[in-house]
């Protein structure tokens, strides 16, 4: 090993910005040796990480780290990352998730996304390992791996499926209104209110 790697180790790392740097640069060295010979079985190097933490003497920070080595970092605005299969458990986050919300709801508001995920994605399961950082600790405060016997996660699952039921249950079905020159239309609440989509344009003749 060169010398001169050992002392970049993250161990030495002086700001979180610095051990970002660090990944970036160590996911570069292994697209220099390994992508071509992926690309020559069929497979294009991709890579996502998320690198973060907290370095006494500053906040706690959080990056992104993408297949070409850059990274971009959280913001008061985009206060999380989410990598891998995002799609399903990503809604919840973009509802409840602000830079605010007490760590005890981040959590839970975790375990719900992954929860959607689970459900609808066959190529996710369980366990899931759980670490909860708080700031200023500078140690590991919380962490559990998660399976179907965790009482927590199992009650979880089942509230959270049962209130979306009843929420579902609760929206009115929709109301039509329609008249001769228009399309059928949604209207709102209000029994007298107008349809939510307007009237077609008459079709040119000829």
Request: glycine share 8%.
């Amino acid at each position: 090993m060169n010398p001169d790697d050992a002392k970049r180790s993250l161990w030495h790392a002086k700001t979180m910005f610095e051990a970002a740097r660090m990944v970036g640069d160590a996911v570069r060295k292994v697209h220099a040796r390994d992508a071509e010979m992926l690309k020559q079985l069929g497979i294009e190097f991709n890579v996502s990480l998320i690198c973060g933490g907290q370095i006494k003497g500053e906040a706690p920070r959080m990056f992104n780290v993408y297949s070409a080595g850059n990274f971009i970092e959280t913001t008061p605005e985009n206060c999380y990352f989410q990598i891998g299969e995002a799609k399903y458990g990503k809604p919840i986050l973009d509802r409840v998730l602000r830079r605010a919300t007490p760590l005890d709801e981040a959590v839970k508001s975790a375990l719900i996304s992954m929860d959607s995920t689970l459900k609808s994605n066959i190529s996710v399961g369980l366990l899931l390992d759980l670490l909860v950082y708080e700031t200023d600790a500078l140690k590991l405060t919380h962490f559990v791996s998660i399976d179907e016997k965790n009482e927590y996660f199992a009650m979880v699952r089942g509230l959270w499926a049962s209130k979306l039921r009843q929420a579902f249950a609760e929206i009115r079905d929709p109301v039509w209104e329609t008249g001769a020159g228009s399309v059928d239309g949604l209207k709102t609440l209000g029994a007298s209110a107008l349809p939510l989509l307007a009237v077609t344009p008459p079709l040119p003749r000829g």
